[in-house]
C-alpha cells in the first residue's frame, strides 16, 4: 500500500510492504497514481531496470527516477513494479506500462519532475518496511 503526505510545495510519498521490495514497488506505484488514472491502462510494455545507490536510501530515490527516465524515455505509464534482485546498494526491477495514447489525455493529471532526497526513511517500522521521500512536482 502506499500513502501520500503534506509537503509545503510538493507531495511526499510513502511505500509500505512486508520487505524493502514491496515497499519500493508500492511508492512507484503510488508515484505513478500521482501522474495518471492507473486504471485506464492496459500492460503493453515490459521493460527490464537496474540501479544502484550508495546505500537503501540513495537506492529507493535512484529506482524512483530512473522511473521517471523511462516514463519520459518510453512516454509511457507505468502500474506493475516486480524487483527481481535487490541488496542495500543495487537492484534489478521488472516494469510493465502502455504507452501514452491519445484516449489517455483524459487520464493523466499531475506530471513528477524528480524524487527527491527531502523527508527520506527506508526502514522497518514494527512489523513493516517504509520507503519514502518527498516528490518534486
Known amino acids: 500500500m502506499y500513502e501520500y503526505f503534506s509537503h509545503p510545495s510538493d507531495i511526499g510519498i510513502k511505500g509500505i510492504g512486508n520487505n524493502f521490495e514491496e515497499a519500493f514497488c508500492e511508492a512507484a506505484k503510488g508515484m505513478f497514481a500521482i501522474m495518471a488514472n ?24 535512484n529506482f524512483l527516477n530512473k522511473l521517471l527516465l523511462e516514463y519520459n524515455l518510453k512516454k509511457a505509464i507505468f502500474f ?7 541488496t542495500d546498494v543495487d537492484l534489478v526491477a521488472e516494469i510493465i506500462g502502455e504507452k501514452l495514447k491519445i484516449n489517455h489525455k483524459n487520464e493523466t ?4 519532475k524528480a524524487a527527491t532526497p527531502c523527508e527520506l526513511k527506508v526502514e522497518k517500522q514494527n512489523d513493516l518496511y517504509i520507503a519514502q521521500c518527498v516528490l518534486d512536482i
Open 80 to 86: 506493475d513494479f516486480k524487483i527481481l534482485k535487490m
Open 38 to 61: 492507473l486504471d485506464a491502462f492496459s500492460p503493453e510494455i515490459k521493460i527490464k531496470i537496474e540501479c544502484n545507490g550508495v546505500d537503501r536510501e540513495f537506492l529507493f530515490i
Open 109 to 112: 493529471k499531475t506530471e513528477v
